[in-house]
């Protein structure tokens, strides 16, 4: 399995919902990623996780919580977003921290 | 300053020309340069890596790195209307446990 899954593809909540983004790979990396882009603009580096530890936090608002389960698994909860909020996240993993980074579809997001 | 650079373009070359991306860079300790290719409403993709000065050959892409000038550069020979794509430039940087992009540069190959 060479690839980077996530779930769901799309997502639209409204801003007091509360949902989850889901990021699985199996190519047995340990870092993780997640990534906000907007239209036109570069992907912005959200927070990175190492060995299933957190270790960069780009200064995220509280409204998204990550979490990393486990080695394959890493999950982006949202709660209270703001319509500025909606954009395109892309998970990506590479073998170790940094490195060639393989990206996932994305989930494109809306926040009415 | 921004740490990696890149002309937004567009940049419109015709069909079967030879497309030439640019990418400058501030960590002069940079250690590995790679290139991304992302479609309209897709994902990056990555295309190709490069780690020493010189050039590195896949296929129609050809990716070219100068340290000592702080540059790296994709060419892609025989473009086709299928390459026209926005190409991100990200390069890992010492002491950061995350690549570092540029802005990308959006390519036109015109039929």
């Known amino acids: 399995d060479t690839e980077v899954t996530q779930t769901p593809k799309h997502l639209v909540m409204g801003m007091t919902n509360k949902k989850s983004l889901k990021c699985e790979q199996h190519m047995g990396h340990r870092a993780m990623y997640w990534y906000k882009q907007k239209a036109k603009k570069p992907p912005e580096l959200m927070f990175v996780?190492?060995?299933?530890?957190?270790?960069i936090n780009e200064s995220v608002p509280s409204r998204f919580s990550p979490e990393c389960p486990n080695s394959s698994l890493l999950n982006l909860h949202l709660h209270a977003l703001q319509p500025e909020d909606s954009a395109l996240y892309l998970c990506?993993?590479?073998?170790?921290?940094?490195?060639?980074?393989?990206f996932g579809p994305g989930t494109r997001l809306t926040v009415l | 300053q921004k740490e990696v650079e890149q002309n937004s373009g567009p940049l419109s070359v015709p069909e079967g020309a030879i497309a030439s991306l640019n990418c400058t860079y501030s960590?002069?300790?940079?250690?590995?340069f790679f290139w991304y290719r992302q479609y309209s409403g897709k994902s990056p993709e990555l295309i190709m890596f490069?780690?020493?000065?010189g050039d590195k050959e896949d296929g129609r892409f050809t990716a070219q790195l100068n340290k000592a000038s702080q540059y790296v550069s994709l060419l892609i020979r025989d473009s086709q209307p299928s390459d026209s794509a926005t190409y991100l430039c990200a390069v890992r940087n010492t002491g950061r446990r995350a690549l570092t992009f540029g802005s990308g540069t959006r390519l036109q190959v015109q039929p």
């Open positions: 490069i780690y020493s000065n």
């Open positions: 990506a993993s590479s073998i170790d921290s940094p490195g060639e980074q393989f």
């Open positions: 960590d002069r300790g940079s250690q590995s």
């Open positions: 996780y190492s060995y299933e530890k957190l270790s």
